[in-house]
């Protein structure tokens, strides 16, 4: 199993410019997770989704979008990048049994800068 | 407004020396979880106490979940170069079955040979 994987591993935008963070995992788990990590400010949740077709909103939403069409699937979509969204964005599942006791299982995450 | 507090933020210590990482809320969690993340690398997963009074030892490390499950701690005895990363602790702030967590800004530990 891989696990969670995320690409890109690194992306620089330009200010206005839009993309897509990928995030697959291969553990037929059932919730899946969005965070952006700023230095000294531990993990912010932005989306979470508890199953396929079915996605909310975490602390931190404005200006991403997201879609969970299958259950191993899980885009983050970032519209009109601007320089505060400058982050390392992690992307998490775990196996949706046991709520906020069970493993949370990370990928490797995507660094992005916004100049 | 972080909910969950970590002290300290930094912490150099030398091989061999205890340590205790704190985290502290005024809210009540129905659980807690410890990560610890590696320059480059997602957080994994070290423990998770969910029973007001709960002691977990993983090795050299000591967690612990306060009575009022509002605090908990993390000890490390005699620290190793290979402790060294980011120490995370994370809220499930009720027991509804979504998993989301909230998180500690963080503890960053370096252990010098």
């Known amino acids: 199993n891989a696990g969670v994987t995320q690409t890109p591993k690194f992306r620089i935008l330009k200010i206005g410019q839009s993309m897509t963070l990928q995030c697959t995992q291969d553990?037929?788990?059932?919730?899946m997770y969005w965070y952006r990590q700023d230095p000294g400010m531990g993990l912010k949740l932005i989306y979470y989704s508890v199953g396929a077709g079915i996605t909310d909103k975490g602390e931190v939403p404005n200006g991403y979008n997201v879609s969970r069409s299958t259950t191993e699937d899980f885009p983050l979509r970032l519209e009109l990048a601007a320089p505060s969204q400058t982050s390392v964005y992690f992307c998490?599942?775990?196996?949706?049994?046991?709520?906020?006791?069970?493993?949370?299982?990370f990928g490797p995450g995507t660094r992005l800068l916004v100049l | 407004t972080q909910l969950l507090e970590q002290s300290p933020q930094f912490l150099s210590i030398q091989e061999g020396e205890n340590l205790t990482v704190y985290c502290n809320s005024s809210?009540?969690?129905?659980?807690l979880q410890w990560y610890r993340q590696e320059p480059g690398e997602g957080p994994v997963l070290l423990v998770t106490v969910v029973t007001g009074g709960e002691v977990k030892k993983l090795k050299r490390l000591t967690f612990q979940f306060g009575d009022a499950r509002k605090d908990s701690s993390l000890h490390i005895t005699a620290a190793q170069p290979g402790d060294t990363g980011l120490y995370l602790c994370?809220?499930?702030?009720?027991?509804?079955?979504?998993?989301?967590?909230?998180f500690g800004q963080g503890t960053t530990l370096q252990v010098k040979p």
């Open positions: 998490a599942s775990s196996l949706g049994l046991a709520g906020g006791q069970e493993t949370q299982y």
């Open positions: 553990m037929n788990h059932n919730y």
């Open positions: 809210s009540v969690f129905s659980s």
């Open positions: 994370a809220g499930a702030r009720s027991s509804s079955n979504t998993g989301k967590l909230i």
